[in-house]
Nanobody, 124 residues
């Protein structure tokens, strides 16, 4: 079992950058596929980015491709989401998740463990 705690959210202006962190405890993040999801008010939770066990493979939602980067620091047992060129439509609660399903890594059903979320608000 792994526990996940997100941090780094906040209120920024369009065009700004933020880096979200997801600190894991209980097990090493290299044991899992790690993902970031987000949920905007009135909308369903959606996939943002994922990083496979070895860290060599990443996937991104089309809406964030080229602007967001997922990475990890195994020594710190932490996963990051670097978000650049933020847009108002990126406003959401961002969740970190850990799972083990390669086939379902783009879907929230593929993840067993979730953090509590961190709010990101981008003003225009």
């Amino acid at each position: 079992q792994v526990q996940l705690v997100e941090s780094g959210g906040g209120l920024v202006q369009a065009g700004d950058s933020l880096r979200l962190s997801c600190a894991a405890s209980g097990r090493t993040i290299t044991s899992y596929i790690m993902g970031w999801f987000r949920q905007a008010p009135g909308k369903e939770r959606e996939f943002v980015a994922t990083l496979t066990w070895g860290g060599a493979s990443t996937d991104y939602a089309d809406s964030v491709k080229g602007r967001f980067t997922i990475s990890r620091d195994s020594a710190k047992n932490t996963v990051y989401l670097q978000m650049n060129s933020l847009k108002p439509e990126d406003t959401a609660v961002y969740y970190c998740a850990a799972g083990s399903s390669t086939l379902r890594r783009l879907h929230d059903a593929g993840y067993r463990y979730w953090g509590q979320g961190t709010q990101v608000t981008v003003s225009s």
